[in-house]
């Protein structure tokens, strides 16, 4: 699209209300444990709740995008779910053959997800370009005690690989 025809899109969608800023407008992505792409898998240990195994998800289109051109494009969803591990006698995690905890049931799903005219009622201490933030519980319901600030926060430090802090297993998924 014309840069010029983006701008009127959005400028009809402020008015509209549509383009408001907030968690809401990340939708819990149905399904993606089957449709998007698992690029990478992560042990955590010690993370604040306890050993956790974290699975990272990229819908289909934007991993193609960003194959295609190295860029995140408007409509990328990248998903992060946590999963409690299994413990042995001695309630250490087990590490299952391919060196990753073995699991037993999914803990939360955390969504990042940029769209064009999102961001922009952000003031720029807080704003991460065009990204959005949300937490799930497991099934899938919004976590209203999520402190999405927080989120925001976090990644700014990031914002050199576009807010992402898994930009390398990503480009190495994209190989
Ligand atoms: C204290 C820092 C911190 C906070 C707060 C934080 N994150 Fe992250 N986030 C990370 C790190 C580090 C990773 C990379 C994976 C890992 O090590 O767990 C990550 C990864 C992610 C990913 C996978 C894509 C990426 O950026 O690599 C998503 C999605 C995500 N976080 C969403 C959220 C949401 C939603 C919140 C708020 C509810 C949040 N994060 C809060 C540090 C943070």
Do not use: Q
């Not at 919004?142 to 926060?153: E, M, S, T």
């Amino acid at each position: 699209m014309k840069t010029w025809l983006v701008s009127v899109a959005v400028a009809i969608a402020l008015v509209g209300g549509a383009a408001r800023a907030g968690t809401e407008n990340v939708a819990f992505p149905k399904g993606y444990a089957e449709n998007y792409v698992l690029y990478t898998t992560v042990n955590k240990p010690n993370a604040k709740s306890g050993d956790t195994l974290r699975k990272f998800y990229i819908n289909k289109s934007a991993m193609a995008a960003y194959k295609a051109s190295k860029a995140l494009p408007s409509g990328t969803i990248l998903v992060r779910e946590d999963w409690f591990t299994k413990k042995d006698t001695a309630k250490k995690s087990i590490i299952g053959p391919d060196g990753k905890f073995v699991t037993t049931k999914k803990k939360a799903v955390v969504v990042s997800e940029k769209r064009d005219g999102w961001g922009a009622d952000y003031p720029a201490g807080m704003r991460n370009g065009n990204w959005e933030y949300a937490a799930f519980n497991a099934n899938g319901e919004r976590n209203p005690k999520a402190n999405i600030k927080r989120c925001f926060g976090c990644h700014l430090s990031k914002k050199n690989d576009d807010f992402i802090f898994t930009m390398k297993a990503l480009r190495t998924a994209a190989k």
